[in-house]
């Protein structure tokens, strides 16, 4: 997943927000409810998990399970079909939010938010994917239903391997064109310099006033966000694809 462009909507331009009001204003306007429980399905995996570990010490293995399955290279078969059984979980949980979302291969540098997304869209799209935890980093790995879609993906994952059944998704075919993580990387920073040479400017502050004008801009929040005015950050972000406003 590439997480750059998750994080693009709220770091762009030096944008400072009051998500939670943007986003509920977005959900009435859209009809969609952000922080609905997680879909029967998965409560109810969690519901057999805690019959299958039937105790505390049980309880900590599904906790323990949670925290090695976010954490997995990914590198056998068996890793990535069961990964993409857990994006499946999500996408469902995504979907009875209102959002979509499209499973993704990290090691084939897909991306999970999908393109042409407005700015309140991409807020309502974080809220549903990470739950409390988009403003509140602390919440634990071990509280799911605090974590938005990806704490309920990551739940039934641990619950379903507890119950010796790992979930199991096909494995997507790798797009021969697409770019490389670190070809996005390099095309992004190659964008920054040059906007920035343009500029008058180097990449890192050297002081100069107007600097800061120059790398982020004057950017207005919410639906009044303008790549256009957020600087060069705003136009590599917007060149390079990663703001999902195309």
């Known amino acids: 997943m590439n997480v750059r462009r998750l994080a693009a909507p709220l770091a762009m331009g030096g944008i400072a927000v009051c998500a939670a009001a943007v986003a509920l204003t977005v959900a009435g306007t859209f009809g969609i409810s952000l922080f609905e429980p997680p ?21 900590s293995t599904v906790e323990s399970l949670t925290l090695e399955a976010s954490g997995s290279q990914l590198v056998t078969t068996e890793e990535r079909t069961e990964y993409m059984g857990r994006e499946q979980v999500i996408a469902d949980c995504m979907a009875q939010q209102g959002v979509e979302y499209l499973p993704a291969a990290p090691w084939l540098n897909q991306d999970a938010q999908p393109r042409g997304l407005s700015f309140e869209q991409s807020l309502m799209w974080l809220n549903a994917f990470y739950g409390e935890a988009r403003e509140d980093w602390s919440v634990p790995d071990s509280d799911w239903q605090r974590r938005g879609c990806l704490g309920a993906g990551e739940h039934a994952m641990a619950v379903a391997r507890a119950a010796g059944t ?9 797009d021969p064109n697409a770019p490389t993580e670190a070809e996005e990387r390099a095309s992004f920073d190659e964008a920054i310099a040059s906007c920035m040479a343009e500029k008058g400017f180097a990449v890192v502050d050297d002081g100069r006033e107007g600097w800061w004008l120059a790398m982020y801009g004057d950017a207005g929040t919410g639906a009044a966000y303008r790549w256009q005015d957020a600087g060069c950050s705003g136009y590599a972000t917007h060149v390079t694809g990663n703001d999902n406003m195309h």
Do not use: F
Request: hydrophobic share 45%.
């Open 39 to 59: 879909r029967a399905e998965v409560t109810a995996a969690g519901a057999a998990g805690e019959t299958v570990a039937g105790d505390a010490e049980a309880a």
């Open 166 to 174: 790992p979930l199991s998704a096909p494995l997507p075919e790798p």
